[in-house]
Nanobody
Framework: QVQLVESGGGLVQAGGSLRLSCAASGRTFSSYNMGWFRQAPGKERELVAAISWRGGRTYYADSVKGRFTISRDNAKNTVYLQMNSLRPEDTAAYYC?????????????????WGQGTQVTVSS
């Protein structure tokens, strides 16, 4: 069992930065691949970034490449999403999630555990 709690969201001006954190409980965190999703009102849930269980593989959506960085610290049971050069279109609720197999990372239905989400609002 893994419980996930996101933090770090907030209101920021366009061009600014935020760092989201996702703290996990449970001894098995380090065996899970992790993803950050976002969902804006009226839009589908979107995979923003993912990282493999040891951090050796990462994925970024085209819309965030070069601006966002995903990382993890298994000793602290935490995964991060550093978001730079934020744009109004980045406004959404951001969720971290855990998936057992890297092969499944793009399929949100395969994720086993989800956090409650943290709101990111970027003003123009």
């Amino acid at each position: 069992q893994v419980q996930l709690v996101e933090s770090g969201g907030g209101l920021v001006q366009a061009g600014g930065s935020l760092r989201l954190s996702c703290a996990a409980s449970g001894r098995t965190f380090s065996s899970y691949n992790m993803g950050w999703f976002r969902q804006a009102p009226g839009k589908e849930r979107e995979l923003v970034a993912a990282i493999s269980w040891r951090g050796g593989r990462t994925y970024y959506a085209d819309s965030v490449k070069g601006r966002f960085t995903i990382s993890r610290d298994n000793a602290k049971n935490t995964v991060y999403l550093q978001m730079n050069s934020l744009r109004p279109e980045d406004t959404a609720a951001y969720y971290c999630a855990a998936v057992s197999r890297w092969d499944y990372y793009k399929d949100y239905a395969r994720y086993d555990y989800w956090g409650q989400g943290t709101q990111v609002t970027v003003s123009s």
